[in-house]
């Protein structure tokens, strides 16, 4: 007999990893043990053979669940017979002693808690099957799950993943479900959240009622309800959708939070919603039921349909279709027949459909929009159904006529999104925002939002890393090798567990563990979002508690943005002051363009200690020379950075308030180019009071609360308001989103253009080399503490013969799409030329694009189109948003590579 101990680690739980390995046991007769430990997956194998061994480990590897992540799997032979198996086994994971056949033990708890756990999985095919089978004993059940699907990270309490350590354990298993979770055959072998209507979660209703007028009153209905039966349950989603095709809003609970809902095709409930929400512009997501009313509303290419139609399910940001194009797809796609539950999206793991399911279309109601859901934006965010609920839902909403559902997040404005029924009864509900709640009795122990992801150029670039992704760690290669560990000492054994604090809008945290052959995991949190007040900041400390606790992660050093005022910032200096741990302050655009180097170094297209020529372009970041930086071109490495390139800067008077009056803004532009008295100003200038512009005259010419910014985001913002695309932003970028949008309408589908600028004469940005002005005592300070490495002379972006064009342009009576259009190709052209220049300069052929200015589609493919002609290699992230979601990664990448060197 030849004993092995396997030691598996990755994405191993709550993936149906223990099943998968006891029925590969069986098939190649290997007998012994598998068990959670919080290391990973841990089995004791004997075999009359080392074939067979060899052949169960090879498919351990090749055939794990498609859920899984497989990151190492070590083998350990015992010496001896199966008296001996065992003896070099781990300590804590050996249950006893190795046993004939081969079993599932209970899991353990004693082991260091490294292991990976799965996030949330979207209903399975074959789920969904028995969700709409009526001969099936969960017909209608709003929480089927198997192994293959259904909730994880948001209902784990702790590590091992078992069901008494997540919100499941106060449901115990009735006979039926307990005997499918003890059958190794079945699809539910070991699956945790396993329930059926009899023993599990059921659905809950409470609407605002007033007595003896309701009609659901008047039929019987009772508020609150419970679903405890299938029929209980059918009514409350009957409801549910009634109550939506009338055009109410409701509070739907989803996986990781609630969602607010309405009819996305009803104009005045989406208006309603929008009033209530205080969200007066900014684009709302959508639901639909299956790919092709997805296809009637956007183009979708093939990976897009991935992404719609994948395990994950996240809002796609997709190109949205013209009217007569919507029609014309929508009545091709239903002569396709078919559906889309699998995978793979080829309609082929179709459920039967009794005519209640989700994917049954009345061919004459196609699905439609009210114009206030996404107004004239080119993109749309769609999702499909990921949860049994929402395919039930979708069903009802359908048969009522209703094919699309606005899904937005439910939560009160700048506020965490809900998770507590009881809590979002009276914020949601009473608070006015929705007028009833459908919620269940499964607790959500982490909060999560729904991701958000576009594909450009091929390429999948997350938007808003959450649900399905988070917390999925990332990789750190191992730190560039010192003088030290050249000459034989220890690789970088003393780097501590690192806790990267993230920036103050679309926040994450991050924490590190470091692994035995010197690279590292950062484990980056899901969205939290804008932390500038007191509720999100508590959601920023939840998050933070709870992944030091999960990972049993103890972070012994800080790393923060240099930003003075940001309250993860201020934390972070009043925690390392008050007890001793190393702070790491690190630049804002230093930090994009860090956690693009070290994705790359993590995928091997480039070193770990390589220096790469950054181009961050985003609104806001704390500069090391007191100003607002945010069109930035950047030597950098890991551990510092050079500034060599930005635009030319001007004043933002009252600072933030000209982030939301971008008419201040411009005006401050204009003055800054000498041209307030162009003709094509005085629109601009006649939209300002007279005392409006004799203030901020004042404040512009004496410097008073008008920091310098030299932000690419502020630029275009600027623009959008001269042009009069724009005025205030309602929400973050939203001037720079509708220019965006502008420009698109003169495009149309082709974003092709030349390259030489033959076309739009005049835009261009005038680039001339600027001593830099020597540093003050701060400046001095902010560059050491950050590792910036200053030099004499930059090169400054100046936007003055653009603005002059437009200015032009706009009197002359051009259309402001065409002028929007090429404002665009002259930014992409200016920071191109710029880094085109500094590679000839220092021959550097990789060029990291990061920042939230690259969130625009047009931007974006001009700059990668222009930096390839020239030969050099655009570096575009694809693990974290180019937007501040990717701060606290590239935090947690500088302060251990300066760690490192320390």
């Known amino acids: 007999m030849k004993h092995v101990h396997i030691h598996i680690t990755g994405i191993v739980q709550g993936v149906g990893m223990r099943p998968f390995v006891y029925r590969t046991a069986m098939a190649h007769g290997i007998s012994g043990w598998v068990l959670n430990a919080g290391d990973g997956v841990h089995i004791e194998a004997s075999a009359e053979n080392a074939s067979a061994l060899d052949a169960f480990v090879r498919a351990l590897r090749d055939e794990a669940p498609a859920a899984a992540r497989i990151d190492g799997i070590e083998v350990v ?37 490294t292991t990976l756990v799965s996030p949330d999985i979207a209903t399975c095919p074959d789920c969904l099957r028995e969700l709409f089978d009526p001969s099936d004993r969960r017909y209608h059940y709003p929480f089927i799950n198997c192994t293959n699907c259904g909730p994880r990270f948001t209902i784990i309490r702790s590590l091992p993943y078992d069901r008494p350590a997540t919100s499941m354990d106060a449901f115990p298993m009735c006979p039926a479900c307990a005997a499918e979770y003890a059958g190794p055959a079945d699809r539910r072998f070991h699956a945790q959240p396993n329930a059926c209507f009899s023993c599990g979660p059921h659905i809950t209703w409470r609407e605002k009622v007033q007595t003896g007028t309701d009609a659901w009153e008047r039929r019987g209905g009772i508020t609150p309800a419970v679903g405890t039966t299938r029929q209980k349950s059918d009514a409350i989603i009957e409801r549910c959708a009634e109550m939506l095709a009338a055009g109410g809003i409701v509070a739907i609970k989803g996986l990781g939070g609630f969602h607010l809902a309405c009819d996305a095709s009803n104009e005045h ?32 290419d093939e990976a897009e349909a991935e992404l719609l139609t994948g395990s994950i399910r996240p809002i796609v940001l997709l190109r949205r279709r013209k009217q007569d194009e919507r029609n014309d797809e929508w009545g091709a ?131 808003r890393r959450a649900r399905g992704y988070a917390p999925q760690p990332l990789d750190l290669s191992r730190c560039a090798p010192s003088p030290e560990t050249q000459q034989g000492a220890a690789p970088h054994g003393g780097i501590p567990c690192i806790l990267a604090c993230g920036p103050e809008q679309k926040a994450t945290i991050a924490l590190t563990r470091e692994q035995p052959d010197g690279s590292a995991l950062c484990f980056v949190s899901q969205h939290i979002g804008d932390v500038e007040n007191g509720e999100t900041f508590d959601a920023w400390h939840e998050a933070r508690h709870r992944m030091s606790s999960l990972f049993e992660l103890e972070p012994h050093a800080l790393a923060c943005d240099l930003h003075p005022t940001y309250l993860s910032s201020q934390w972070a200096r009043a925690e390392a002051s008050a007890d001793g741990r190393a702070l790491i302050e690190v630049q804002h655009h230093h930090a994009h363009i860090a956690s693009v180097i070290a994705e790359m170094a993590a995928r091997g297209i480039i070193g770990p200690a390589e220096q790469v ?92 609360n008008s920091p310098l910014t030299s932000s690419m985001g502020r630029l275009l913002d600027a623009m959008a308001a001269m042009l009069g695309i724009c005025l205030n932003a309602t929400y973050e970028g939203e001037p720079a989103i509708m220019l965006e949008a502008a420009a698109w309408r003169a495009l149309g589908d082709d974003a092709r253009r030349p390259h030489d600028g033959a076309d739009c004469p005049g835009y261009r940005f005038a680039l001339q080399e ?130 490192c060197e320390r």
């Not at 199966?82 to 708890?109: K, L």
Request: glycine share 10%; net charge negative.
């Open 333 to 463: 796609e239903q002569g396709k027949g078919g559906s889309d539950h699998s995978p793979k999206g080829d309609g082929s793991s179709r459920p039967e459909s009794d005519g209640n399911d989700s994917s049954s279309s009345n061919g004459s109601n196609y699905p439609s929009l009210a114009p206030s859901v996404a107004f004239d934006l080119p993109e749309l965010g769609i999702m499909l159904p990921y949860t049994p609920l929402q395919h039930l839902l979708l069903a009802a909403c359908a048969a009522r006529g209703v094919h699309t559902l606005v899904m937005t997040s439910g939560n009160v404005s700048e506020e965490p999104i809900e998770t507590d029924d009881e809590l979002a009864w009276a914020h949601l509900v009473e608070g006015g925002l929705a007028d009833a709640l459908l919620g269940n009795n499964r607790a959500i122990l982490t909060r999560y939002d729904d991701s958000v992801v576009r594909v450009v150029n091929g390429n999948v670039m997350p938007v």
């Open 269 to 300: 409930a989406v208006r309603d919603l929008r009033r209530r929400k205080r969200r007066s512009n900014k684009p709302l997501a959508v639901m639909v039921g299956n790919i092709e009313g997805a296809r009637a509303l956007c183009t979708i």
């Open 613 to 704: 020529l950054g181009i961050a372009l985003d609104g806001t970041g704390a500069g090391t020379d007191g100003t607002v930086w945010g069109g930035e071109v950047m030597i950098a490495s890991l551990s510092g950075f050079t500034r060599m390139a930005h635009l030319k800067p001007w004043r933002l008077p009252a600072g933030m308030a000209s982030v939301r009056d971008a008419r201040r803004n411009a005006f401050s532009l204009l003055h800054s180019c000498e041209l307030l008295d162009h003709p094509g100003a005085r629109v601009l200038a006649e939209g300002l009071s007279e005392a409006e512009r004799a203030v901020t005259a004042t404040m512009i010419e004496r410097g008073l």
């Open 770 to 899: 600027q001593s830099v002005p020597a540093p003050g005592e701060q400046t001095r300070q902010r560059r050491s503490r950050v590792g910036e490495y200053a030099i004499d002379q930059v090169i400054e972006l100046d936007p003055t013969p653009m603005v002059h064009a437009a200015l032009d342009d706009l009197s002359a009576g051009r259309p402001v799409e065409a002028i929007a259009a090429d404002v665009h190709i002259a930014a992409a052209k200016a920071v191109c030329d710029a880094s085109i220049q500094i590679a000839r300069r220092t021959g550097i052929r990789n060029i990291a694009l990061s920042g939230g200015v690259f969130m625009n589609r047009l931007l974006l493919g001009e700059v990668l189109q222009r930096l390839r002609a020239e030969g050099l290699r655009p570096l575009v992230p694809s693990a974290v948003p180019a937007n501040d979601g990717c701060i606290a990664y590239g935090q947690a990448a500088v302060a251990r590579a300066r760690l």
């Open 77 to 113: 032979e015992h010496a001896g017979s199966t008296d001996d198996a065992g003896a070099d086994t781990p300590q804590g994971v050996m249950p006893e002693d190795p046993s004939p056949i081969f079993r599932i033990v209970a899991s353990d708890d004693e082991t260091e808690r």
